[in-house]
Every structure is written in structure tokens, then in C-alpha cells.
């Protein structure tokens, strides 16, 4: 469970979110990979090395880093998002291609490419492999969304063994189904709007609205994928644009608070409690990236300025204490 929203500000700021909804605790944070980082791949114990430093939420996991969202240097800012019963993966490496597990694909996307135009170019030579995360024990069945500084949002979904790019022309994404059944899935919703709907003649009966909002009657309320694709799509289309980065990031935030679930709300079957861990934005222009815990409203963010893209280490950056009011007199 995650959902991901893509937007452009009127000052042509590009701007993506994820909500990160799972239910085994990740505790991440905000975490900066730099130039020339040398990481080992499970599959083969390949190593590559990245080319560009880039900063997004993640942790430490065995030995290596997990990274599930981010932005490198060059503008270019990916997602992943479960996808569960569609992903194919292989269960073999092969020689003379680039074979990563599913769960580093961003670091080699974010370490390797400057835009998904070269992403695209390289896809014929991604192999993805069925491994297990470190901890989890799991194979995570993912998708991507990614986006750069042309605008362009696309979506990876590795549902056969040769690996394309689907255009995202809706900006949004969750989980399962894949993106045409959501896409297709909006026109059941073409009634739903934000202006009041006009009173009802019944007979010599004036059937007047209750109050504000009748416009949003039969907007999905609950938590699955496609309930969530439709709600973030209608509020993405329709709140007021923002001017600048600033509010881009506010506009993200409310849009999310739709979607964002809160413990106790989605429990599996397994009695597991699914919750939103964190929600986390990535700014291609300024190559920002804001991030907010469950239980902490502030929003910290974190730049790849020059002083930080000189490190040659990883940073795992600490956050401030959880719980925090600003007390007015």
C-alpha cells in the first residue's frame, strides 16, 4: 500500500510524493548518497558504483542501503510502490545485463541515469531478480514512478520478462491493479465534481442540498488502491495550483492527507496493522527532499547543495524529537 502524486507548480516546479504505507515498522529517514558510492547488488554480488549523489528515505539494511524514494543531482526523482500478484520477475541472473533485486532498483536508477529518457535507453539492458530484502525476508513486488526536469512522468511496472516505460499521464499512482485499470477506472467517476449540485424538483417537492460539498457525492472513501487512485486524482485535479515550490509541497501534503492511513484503520489478515510510516517529496528543480514521519507533523528537508555532494560517505540524517508544539502566548 502507497500512493504517489506528481504536480507542477505555476512556476514550472515539478514536485513528487509518496506516502509510504507498510507493516513491518522501516524506520527510515532522510539519507544522502554520494558520488563514486560503492554498492554490492544481492544478485551475482555484483558491485556498481554510483555517478551521481542523490538524497531520499531509507535506512541501512544488512549490508547494504535501502532506498525507497529519492532525487539525484540531475532532477530526476523515483518511487517504488507494491504491486502485488502482477510483478514478474526472473528467477536467474543473466549474463552481460544489469541484474538487480527489485529493492535496488532506485539505487541504481538515482546512481546511474540523469533522466528517464536515459533510463528508457537502458531498459533493455535492466534484468531484475527475484531476491529477498535483508530483515524483511521478502520478495517486494514493486513499481516505480519517475519523473525529471522535462516534466515527464512515467511509470515502470515489470509485469513480463522485457521492461518498459508506460506514460503517467494522470500523475498518480498505488498499488494493484496496474496503471490502465486505475486510468480506465476514473470514468466511473465522471459525476464527481467540486461545485454544489443545483436543487432537485420531486413532484410539487424542491429537494434542496443538506449543505456544501453535494459535488463530491460518490467520491470513494475507503483505503484499497483503486479508492485511493480515484480520491488523489480528484484532489490533484482540482485544488487551487500552487505559485511556487513552497506551496507545491502544502498542496502535496493536503492532497495526501486524504490517503494517509492511520494505525488501527487497515488491518491485514494476518492481524498486521497497515499504516502510512511516513510521507515523503521530492522537488526535481531545487533537488529537495521533504519528509515527515508518522508521528511527527513538522516537515524536514534536505538539499543536495555542493557542500553535501562533496562527501564521499553516505548520511543517514537524525530526525528532531517525535513530538513537537509550538506553544503561543
Known amino acids: 500500500m502507497c500512493t504517489g502524486v506528481f504536480t507542477k507548480t505555476k512556476d514550472g516546479t515539478y514536485l513528487l510524493s509518496r506516502t509510504m504505507d507498510f507493516v513491518f515498522p522501516l524506520e527510515p529517514s532522510p539519507l544522502f548518497i554520494p558520488r563514486g558510492f560503492e554498492w554490492q547488488a544481492a544478485v551475482k554480488k555484483a558491485s556498481f558504483n554510483t555517478q551521481f ?8 539494511l544488512g549490508d547494504t542501503y535501502f532506498v525507497a524514494d529519492g532525487v539525484n543531482e540531475k532532477g530526476l526523482s523515483v518511487a517504488e510502490l507494491y504491486l502485488p500478484g502482477e510483478v514478474y520477475y526472473a528467477e536467474h541472473p543473466i549474463n552481460n545485463k544489469v541484474n538487480v533485486a527489485p529493492h ?26 527475484s531476491a529477498m530484502i535483508p530483515e524483511l525476508n521478502i520478495v517486494t513486488p514493486l513499481h516505480w514512478i519517475l519523473t525529471d526536469l522535462t516534466g515527464r512522468c512515467v511509470v515502470i511496472e515489470p509485469t513480463e520478462e522485457d521492461l518498459s516505460i508506460k506514460e503517467n499521464k494522470i500523475g498518480v499512482m498505488t498499488n494493484t491493479p496496474c496503471l490502465e485499470w486505475h486510468i480506465e477506472n476514473l470514468r466511473n467517476y465522471l459525476h464527481v465534481r467540486p461545485k454544489q449540485y443545483e436543487p432537485v424538483r420531486f413532484g410539487e417537492y424542491i429537494a434542496n442540498p443538506f449543505s456544501q460539498g453535494t459535488g463530491t457525492t460518490g467520491l470513494p472513501g475507503g483505503f484499497t488502491p483503486p479508492e485511493r487512485f480515484v480520491r488523489a486524482a480528484f484532489f490533484k485535479e482540482h485544488i487551487e495550483e500552487a505559485e511556487n515550490e513552497e506551496q507545491g509541497v502544502y498542496n502535496h501534503y493536503h ?36 519528509y515527515s514521519a508518522y508521528d511527527q507533523h513538522d516537515i524536514v528537508k534536505v538539499t543536495l547543495t555542493e557542500e553535501l555532494l562533496a562527501r564521499t560517505t553516505p548520511k543517514q540524517f537524525e530526525l528532531a524529537a517525535k513530538f513537537k508544539v509550538h506553544a503561543i502566548e
Not at 549523489?53 to 541501512?60: D, P, Q, S, Y
Open 53 to 60: 549523489g542523490f538524497v531520499g528515505a531509507g535506512r541501512l
Open 104 to 129: 535496488e532498483l532506485i539505487l541504481w536508477l538515482l546512481g546511474t541515469c540523469a533522466t528517464i529518457e536515459e533510463v528508457e535507453g537502458k531498459l533493455a539492458d535492466l534484468h531484475i531478480v
Open 255 to 290: 492532497i495526501l492527507s486524504t490517503v494517509r492511513i492511520p494505525k488501527g484503520i487497515v488491518v491485514t489478515a494476518a492481524d498486521t496493522v497497515d499504516y502510512s510510516q511516513y510521507v515523503g517529496t521530492m522537488c526535481n528543480n531545487s533537488k529537495t527532499y521533504y
